[in-house]
């Protein structure tokens, strides 16, 4: 496996980069799979900050065919609708025409936004999923120079896939030269400040590889000549979304000073929150004469296990997606069960710590499977 080198800042071009902190041998791939153990792939998650801007990156890159090599993003549950009805909400509000969504998956928001408004909308995506219903056209593939459209559109929609862009300052290069002046573009990303503050396991990863905070993400709205014309947060530690219309003679702004600083403390203050946590987890483990489960067949797992979580008492992960249940969790040993099999158990105990969707999850346990379920958070 050929790992792709960073060496300069993807924001704003600076080679003044210092190693922040690295976690060895962290699993590749953040989905289930079918294979044998041994044909996972690891590599460490090495991490550099920029001295002048305060960037946070990876330093050394997954190839795309690896880090994708399936779609992992399966069910949808309640935060995640509410999010693609506030977006579809937000998008409506700056009236397109027709639409080019980069990066769609299954094509919900796509299904959300023509339940209000039926207009033309195409799916730019590596791995199309379409849901049934979904009345998209799909395209498979990747937005970058190469990519050609010759279709009308006077919108670009993309919804948590801004995180996801290797390089953000060449993706804003292409969407200036592949935007005419006078088209709008409408997007939605994690909120990552709040999610670094707030110290969810799934904010920075072989996925999300820049920490793409607001200062950044309006600094290259500038620069590529977009103005903003509308911002709105979707609960407080979710997401943001922007409005933005290209446009001649956009004034340029200036990242704000002291970002090394902040930024440097807030990750620093990650790191030691989660040896504490999986230290006072493994002591609780160490407790239990029962089993163990631990919820989240995804990065938040394996985010915790990486850092020293013991395993020898979790028998099951427990995941609510079907696609997932039946698996093994790329780079543990772990199986992936439905949370169905708390139902009859006394008093289980669950590991959980899935970031904004804790309440949501442990909501649907307690009032739907096992009202004695133990949650260890």
Not at 63 to 84: A, F, K, R
Not at 91 to 107: D, F, R
Not at 132 to 160: L, P, R
């Amino acid at each position: 496996m050929n790992l792709i080198e960073r060496k300069t800042d993807v924001v704003t071009g600076s080679v003044d980069m210092e190693n922040l902190h690295t976690m060895e041998n962290f699993p590749v791939f953040m989905g289930c799979v079918d294979h044998a153990r041994d044909q996972d792939l690891f590599a460490d998650l090495a991490w550099d900050i920029n001295i002048d801007s305060g960037l946070i990156q990876l330093k050394k890159l997954i190839p795309l065919d690896i880090l994708y090599q399936s779609q992992h993003n399966g069910s949808v549950g309640g935060v995640w609708m509410s999010h693609h009805r506030a977006f579809a909400g937000f998008l409506e509000a700056q009236s397109p025409k027709s639409v080019l969504e980069l990066g769609g998956a299954h094509g919900i928001l796509s299904m959300e936004y023509m339940a209000r408004v039926k207009l033309p909308w195409t799916i730019l995506e590596p791995n199309p999923a379409p849901v049934d219903g979904c009345e998209a056209i799909f395209i498979k593939g990747y937005f970058d120079e190469s990519f050609k459209y010759s279709a009308e559109f006077d919108s670009v929609v993309h919804s948590h896939v801004f995180e996801h862009v290797y390089d953000p300052n060449k993706f804003m290069k292409y969407l200036s030269e592949f935007m005419a002046t006078g088209k709008k573009l409408v997007f939605s990303l994690p909120n990552m400040k709040a999610m670094l503050e707030r110290n969810y396991t799934n904010c920075l990863n072989f996925e999300h590889t820049v920490f793409l905070t607001e200062p950044y993400i309006e600094f290259l709205l500038a620069k590529y000549g977009f103005k903003m014309l509308a911002k709105e947060y979707f609960m407080d530690n979710h997401s943001i979304f922007y409005a933005a219309i290209r446009e001649d003679g956009v004034t340029a702004l200036e990242l704000p000073k002291g970002l090394y600083e902040k930024n440097k403390k807030l990750y620093e203050d990650y790191v030691l929150y989660h040896s504490k946590l999986v230290h006072e987890l493994n002591v609780k483990i160490g407790s239990e004469s029962g089993p163990v489960y631990l919820f989240g067949a995804h990065v938040f797992s394996q985010y915790l296990i990486q850092t020293g979580l013991n395993t020898e008492k979790i028998i099951n992960l427990l995941d609510n997606d079907p696609k997932k249940q039946g698996r093994r969790l790329y780079g543990t040993g772990l199986s992936v069960e439905s949370p169905e099999i708390l139902r009859h158990i006394k008093n289980p105990k669950v590991i959980l710590k899935a970031g904004v969707y804790n309440e949501e999850i442990k909501s649907a346990i307690l009032n739907e499977i096992n009202n004695s379920t133990v949650f260890l958070d």
